[in-house]
C-alpha cells in the first residue's frame, strides 16, 4: 500500500498499514567503509557523519539528534522574529507582544549590563530582613521565585490515584547535579569542586557580597550540601517508583518532620486545605530536619541568598553568565565557546509561552500528511508490540492480558494539542527588568500548578510544547507523546523509504511504548496507576532478565577506569531494544515482499543503519563524565553497539559471525519485549 492510499484508507477508517513505495535509502556518505559492520557497527554506520561533522565549539556533544534541534532553533528564530512584523505585537496583552517584547529584552545585552546585579537588589534585601525562624514564611515567599534551596514542592498526579492531583514534595539543596560530586574522591571531581568554589565566590562578589562574605558563604554552602549529598536516594534509588510514593498526611508531616510549620508553609503557599502529602524521600527530609535546626540565622539566610542568584545567572548581566558558563558548560561539559546570543534569547520566550510559540511553529513548519503518517505508524506498532506479548516465553497468560489491556489504553499525542494553553494571566512590561518579568511569570506558573490540587488531572495537557525536539511516555496517564519537533528528518523523512522511516521514528516510537513496560513504567497499569498487575513467577522472569542486560552495559569502559551505570540506565536500555525489535516486527508487516535494495543496501540493513544514524555524534571526554552521572540514556555509541548485539535479524542482515567482536552468543542475548 502506497502512502496515498494509506491516508485514503486512515481517512475511510480502514487498517492502517504505512508503506510508502520507493524513497530514497541511506546516506551512504554517513558510512565508514573502512570498518567492518561486524567490528563496530557504530563506527562503520555512523563514522563518515562523525567525520564530516566536527564537534563545534559551543557543544559539548554534537549528533543528529542535535541537528535536528538546531533545524528546530533555527526556525524558531524565524517565528519569533517574524513576530515583530506582526501587528498584534504591538498591542498589550497579546501572545505576539508577550513573546516579541521577552526576546528583545533578552537580547538587550547594554541594558542587561548597565543593570548588573541591580534587578536583585530588592530579592537580597528581603532575604537580609526575614525571621529565618519563620522559616515556611521565607520559603514560600514570592520574592524566592526561582528559590529551592532545602526541598521542592508542587502539585502532580498522584500515582495510586491518577485521577487526582495530589501534594508533592521533593529532594533539593545541591548546586552540583548529582550527589556523587560531593561524595566520591577523584580527580575529575576535585577540579569540578574547585571551579564550583571559584564561581559561588564570583557570584557572590557580582551580587555586592564582599570577599570575605563571599568566603564565609561558600564554607557554609559547601559544608551544608555535603550532608545533603549524604541524605539523598542515589541514581538507582530514584528509579523505584514505589520507593519515591510515600504517603504522609500533614499530621504525620508535623510530628516526623517538625522543624517546619507545614500547616504555616501550604498555607503560605496558598493551598491551606492541603490534608495529605507523598512524599519522594522521607530519608532526606529526615536529614534536612536534622540539618536545619543547626544552622545559624546567617547560615540559613547564605544558603538562601546562593540558590536565589544562581538560579538567575542567564537572566542578569553578562559577567553572571560567564561564571555560570565557566563551570557548567565549561568545565563540567568541555564546551569550548558561549552559544550565541539568540538562541540563549530565544530560550525564554520559547518555555514560557511555549504553546503560543507551538502553534505558530505548526502552523508552519508541521504538515499535516505529516500527521497522518505518524498515525500509521504508531499504530503498526502498537501492533507489532501485541504481537512480541503474545510471543513471549517468559510471561504467563494472566500477565500477558493485562499487558495487552494496557497497551491497547496507551493515548497517542502527535504534533500539537488539540486545545491551547491560555497565558493571558501573565504580563510582559518592557519597563521592568528582564529577571523581573521573569520572576513574575514564574510566580504565576506556580500558581497556575497549585491550583490543580484535588482537581481531576487534565488528561489533555501536554507536557512538551510542540516544537520540542523529543518524545515522552507519561506512566501515569499512560500516554505517548511525539511532538511536531521530532518529527523532521533525519528521524522522519517522508521522502525516505519506509525502512529507514522505521529505522528512525518507527524504533522512537516502539522505545516510547516499551518504556511502559520497561522496569519503571511495567510497575503502572493501564489506568496510570501504581499498581502491581504482574504475576509474581513473570515479575521474577522480568527482574532476572533485567539484571543481564544491566550486566551487559556495566561491562562496558566508557572512559579509562570509569564504566557505563547499567542500572542507572536500564530502563532507557530496555526500550531501546523493545524499540528496535518492535519497529522491525512493524515495518516487515507493512512492507510485505515489496521492499527492495536500494543504492546496494538491502530492507534489513537500511533500517539498522537508519537506526544507528539517530545516535551519531561527537562528544567530549568532559561530557562523557557528565551523562555517565546525570543522564539515565546510555551513550550512543553503547545505544546501537550493546543493543544490536542481542538482535539476531541484525547479525544476519551484516553477515556478522561468531568470532566478529559484534557478535554475542544466543545464549547470552538478552531479549525482554
Known amino acids: 500500500m502506497n502512502l496515498k492510499k494509506t491516508l485514503m484508507a486512515m481517512a475511510t477508517g480502514l487498517p492502517m498499514m504505512a508503506f510508502a513505495a520507493g524513497g530514497h535509502g541511506v546516506e551512504k556518505a554517513n558510512l565508514d567503509p573502512s570498518v567492518k559492520p561486524g567490528d563496530d557497527f557504530y563506527q562503520y554506520a555512523c563514522g563518515g557523519w562523525m567525520k564530516a561533522n566536527p564537534l563545534p565549539a559551543e557543544f559539548s556533544r554534537f549528533g543528529t539528534f542535535d541537528q535536528l534541534r538546531e533545524t528546530a532553533r533555527e ?161 538507582e534509588q530514584r528509579r523505584n517508583p514505589q520507593a519515591r510514593y510515600n504517603e504522609y498526611s500533614v499530621a504525620k508531616l508535623q510530628a516526623e518532620f517538625p522543624y517546619i510549620d507545614w500547616k504555616a508553609y501550604f498555607s503560605n503557599l496558598g493551598t491551606p486545605d492541603v490534608d495529605r502529602v507523598i512524599v519522594a524521600s522521607p530519608q532526606f527530609m529526615k536529614a534536612l530536619n536534622e540539618i536545619l535546626p543547626s544552622l545559624t540565622d546567617r547560615e540559613i539566610k547564605d544558603l538562601v541568598t546562593v540558590d536565589a542568584v544562581s538560579g538567575v545567572t542567564g537572566l542578569l548581566s553578562d559577567d553572571f553568565y560567564d561564571a555560570s558558563f565557566e563551570l557548567y558548560d565549561r568545565v563540567m561539559s568541555g564546551k569550548e565557546e558561549k552559544e550565541p546570543r539568540w538562541k540563549r534569547a530565544m ?4 518555555s514560557m509561552f511555549g504553546e ?38 517468559w510471561m504467563s497468560d494472566a500477565t500477558k492480558a493485562k499487558a495487552q489491556e494496557k497497551l491497547a489504553g496507551f493515548v497517542v499525542k502527535i504534533g500539537y494539542p488539540d486545545k491551547w494553553k491560555d497565558y493571558s494571566g501573565i504580563d510582559i512590561d518592557p519597563e521592568l527588568p528582564f529577571m523581573e518579568n521573569v520572576r513574575l511569570a514564574s510566580i504565576w506558573y506556580q500558581k497556575d500548578n497549585l491550583a490543580k490540587l484535588k482537581k481531576p488531572v487534565d488528561r489533555d495537557e501536554w507536557h512538551m510544547t510542540p516544537q520540542t525536539v523529543n518524545a515522552y511516555y507519561n506512566p501515569t496517564t499512560n500516554e505517548i507523546c511525539f511532538p511536531a519537533g521530532i518529527l523532521q528528518a533525519p528521524y522522519f523523512d517522508m521522502k525516505a523509504d519506509d525502512a529507514c522511516n522505521y529505522g528512525a521514528i518507527g524504533v522512537v516510537i516502539g522505545h516510547e511504548m516499551t518504556h511502559g513496560f520497561d522496569d519503571s513504567g511495567r510497575q503502572y497499569d493501564k489506568d496510570g496507576n501504581l499498581n502491581d498487575w504482574w504475576q509474581p513467577a513473570d515479575a521474577e522472569a522480568f527482574k532476572k532478565l533485567a539484571d543481564a542486560l544491566v550486566a551487559q552495559f556495566d561491562e562496558v569502559e566508557v572512559a579509562p577506569g570509569v564504566h557505563a551505570n547499567g542500572r542507572f540506565t536500564l530502563g532507557e536500555n530496555i526500550a531501546d531494544q523493545g524499540g528496535l525489535r518492535v519497529a522491525l516486527t512493524a515495518y516487515q508487516d507493512a512492507a510485505g515482499d515489496k521492499a527492495e535494495d536500494i543504492d546496494g543496501l538491502s530492507p534489513l540493513q537500511r533500517f539498522y543503519l537508519a537506526y544507528a544514524n539517530v ?44 568470532g566478529d567482536p559484534m557478535f554475542r552468543p544466543e545464549s547470552e542475548r538478552v531479549v525482554i519485549w
Open 75 to 235: 526556525q524558531l528564530k524565524d517565528v519569533i522574529l517574524n513576530l515583530s512584523k506582526n501587528p498584534e505585537s504591538k498591542v498589550k496583552g497579546t501572545n505576539a507582544q508577550k513573546v516579541s517584547d521577552l526576546y528583545a529584552m533578552a537580547m538587550d545585552s547594554t541594558r542587561l549590563n548597565r543593570e548588573g546585579a541591580a534587578p536583585l537588589k530588592a530579592t537580597l534585601e528581603h532575604i537580609e530582613k526575614a525571621d529565618t525562624k519563620d522559616l515556611a514564611r521565607l520559603l514560600t515567599d514570592e520574592f524566592l521565585a526561582f528559590c529551592n534551596p532545602f526541598f521542592g514542592s508542587g502539585v502532580g498526579t498522584d500515582a495510586k490515584n491518577s485521577n487526582v492531583n495530589a501534594m508533592h514534595i521533593g529532594e533539593a539543596g545541591l548546586g552540583l547535579s548529582d550527589r556523587d560530586y560531593y561524595l566520591e574522591e577523584s580527580e575529575t571531581n576535585a577540579k569540578i569542586m574547585e571551579a564550583y568554589e571559584t564561581y559561588i565566590k564570583r557570584i557572590m562578589t557580582l551580587a555586592g557580597k564582599s570577599d570575605a562574605e563571599a568566603e564565609r558563604i561558600w564554607e557554609t554552602l559547601v559544608r551544608t550540601e555535603r550532608k545533603f549529598a549524604e541524605a539523598k536516594m542515589t541514581r
Open 347 to 350: 530560550g525564554i520566550p520559547n
Open 356 to 393: 503560543a510559540v507551538g502553534e505558530l511553529y505548526v502552523a508552519k513548519y508541521f504538515p499535516e500528511e505529516s500527521k497522518q503518517y505518524m498515525k500509521g505508524l504508531v499504530e503498526n506498532l502498537r501492533v507489532a508490540l501485541g504481537k512480541h506479548i503474545d510471543n513471549l516465553t
Open 615 to 658: 545516535w551519531a555524534a561527537n562528544i567530549r571526554d568532559a561530557e562523557i563524565l557528565s551523562r555517565t552521572k546525570t543522564d539515565p540514556h546510555s551513550l550512543g555509541r553503547n545505544r546501537v553497539n550493546v543493543s544490536l548485539r542481542n538482535i539476531e535479524p541484525f547479525f544476519g542482515a551484516f553477515g556478522i559471525k561468531e
